[in-house]
């Protein structure tokens, strides 16, 4: 039977298109969401959608192509949601690695690029999504997804650590901020997981098999996640379950951060 956690809500994805996004997108609409999956790639965007309907043919997805770093089309798909549907939740996925580099080595280029989607592409989810969410029925939920690289610091991954250490501090913030306006907002820091993303940054090892099997090996459950590990956690933090919890990082990570 298809579980009924998220029944009459609406809840906006971006990076839809692929990992994590996607299977928080599959999940959601499981749940019984109305899913406004968004990415900047439309392929990938519409591949979800299609896997959506695959999957459950009464599941409620809708794509729409949005570049998280621009504001404005951010507002007009945020506005858009909310008068066809009301917006519910909030999960601002989209984001970005770079080439490990010394802090002294990183381009301007690498530099803004990754506090363009990974930084601003939060921030403008929040802006864009929160006037809506404050005037919902009090029982609105964000969910940034911030990274094991929020708090724990990666050499060579500077500007990804600079980023994502923002995007945990700042969905605090915005939990202070919003709450009393029936407003949630969470973030989840995954370990490494087996996405596109995720084996990009074994692509640039010599042999990328060998350095993901060498990764997993750190980890106390001897694996890697899987985009389904983190997108449940996500669920829950969007659901009714999580209804006291607010302004928390919560850690998805094999129990790699306590070793
Ligand atoms: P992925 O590469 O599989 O998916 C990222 C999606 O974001 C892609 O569909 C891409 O088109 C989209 N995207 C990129 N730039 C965009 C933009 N400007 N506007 C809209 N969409 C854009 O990556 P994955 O692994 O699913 O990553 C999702 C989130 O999880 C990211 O924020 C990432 O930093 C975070 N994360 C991933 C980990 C991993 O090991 N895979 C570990 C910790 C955090």
Redesign the pocket.
Known sequence: MASTRLADRTVLV??????????TTIRCAEAGATVIA????SN??QETVSMVQEADPDGVVEFEK?????RERFGEVADGTADQYGLDCVV??????HPPANVEDVSDGTFDYVV???LR?VWNGCQATLPHLKAGDGDAAIVN?????GFLGFPKQSV?SLT?GA?LNFSRAVAAEAGPAGVRCNA??????????????FETKGDPEKAMEKAARQYPLKR??E?EE?AEPILFLLSEEASWISGHGLVVDGGFSIT
């Not at 971006?14 to 299977?23: F, H, K, L, V």
């Not at 968004?38 to 790639?41: N, S």
């Open positions: 971006t990076g839809a298109g692929s990992g994590i996004g996607r299977e968004t990415d900047v790639d990938g965007g949005l570049d998280v770093t621009n601002n996925n989209a984001g970005t690695g363009d989607v990974n592409g997804v911030s990274s094991l690289a990804y994502k995007v989840v820091c995954p370990g490494f997981t087996d996405t596109p993303l995720g084996r990009q940054y890697l996640g985009p983190i």
